[in-house]
Nanobody, 118 residues
Framework: QVQLVESGGDLVEAGGSLRLSCAASRSIASFAVMAWYRQAPGKQRELVVS???????NYAESLKGRFTISRDNAKNTVYLQMNSLKPEDTAVYYCYARSVQPSGVPYWGQGTQVTVSS
């Protein structure tokens, strides 16, 4: 069973920065894609950004320029650097991974809370 463990969530003032980490229990190179999602209170979970083993990224349009995803294969960890945070970025942030085909099994972390105060 694959485990994804997020960390780095915190309470931060608007304009501040945070870096989230997602540590996987197996090689992240074995996943077809890894991603960060977020879910604000009363809203649906939404994609923040995804990254493939080749490094191809797909950002939510509204977050381009403020959020950056990166990966460290040696540490089996994916990061999300968040800058210029806004109160509307307040949400639980989830790490996601999907195994390569044919299984395509999805995995989710337990989430980490990010709260941005105005």
């Amino acid at each position: 069973q694959v485990q994804l463990v997020e960390s780095g969530g915190d309470l931060v003032e608007a304009g501040g920065s945070l870096r989230l980490s997602c540590a996987a229990s197996r090689s992240i190179a074995s996943f077809a894609v890894m991603a960060w999602y977020r879910q604000a209170p009363g809203k649906q979970r939404e994609l923040v950004v995804s990254i493939t083993p080749a490094g191809t990224t797909n950002y939510a349009e509204s977050l381009k320029g403020r959020f950056t995803i990166s990966r460290d294969n040696a540490k089996n960890t994916v990061y999300l650097q968040m800058n210029s945070l806004k109160p509307e970025d307040t949400a639980v942030y989830y790490c996601y991974a999907r195994s390569v085909q044919p299984s395509g099994v999805p995995y989710w972390g337990q989430g980490t809370q990010v709260t941005v105060s105005s």
